[in-house]
């Protein structure tokens, strides 16, 4: 079973930043992160995929987040991460990290961007 947990999640003000990071394991066997997705979600709302990252590298990003938003991974520490500049309130959502290896979704971490 695949396990996902984010962190970096905070409150900001409107033009700051935040990373946030999602570190990924399974219990009793060997895993290696593969096509990771960042998705967000605000009350009422479905989620809303943010950003995404295959194998070699190749990114994906929501319109809303293009120039802003940065997806990366370390495979060696099985971690992804989203550096997010120039925060709208509008960003402001629970972040989630996804795994398409196992389907697996992270817990959450709530970003506030106050204006």
């Known amino acids: 079973q695949v396990q996902l947990v984010e962190s970096g999640g905070g409150l900001v003000q409107s033009g700051g930043s935040l990373r946030l990071s999602c570190a990924a394991s399974a219990s009793g066997r060997s895993f290696r992160i593969d096509v990771m997705s960042w998705y967000r979600q605000t009350p009422g709302k479905g989620r809303e995929l943010v950003a995404t990252i295959a194998s070699a590298d190749i990114t994906n990003y929501a319109d809303s987040v293009k120039g802003r938003f940065t997806i990366s991974r370390d495979n060696a520490k099985n971690t992804v991460y989203l550096q997010m500049n120039s925060l709208k309130p509008e960003d402001t959502a629970v972040y989630y990290c996804?795994?398409?290896?196992?389907?697996?979704w992270g817990q959450g971490t709530q970003v506030i961007v106050s204006s």
């Open positions: 996804f795994s398409a290896r196992g389907a697996t």
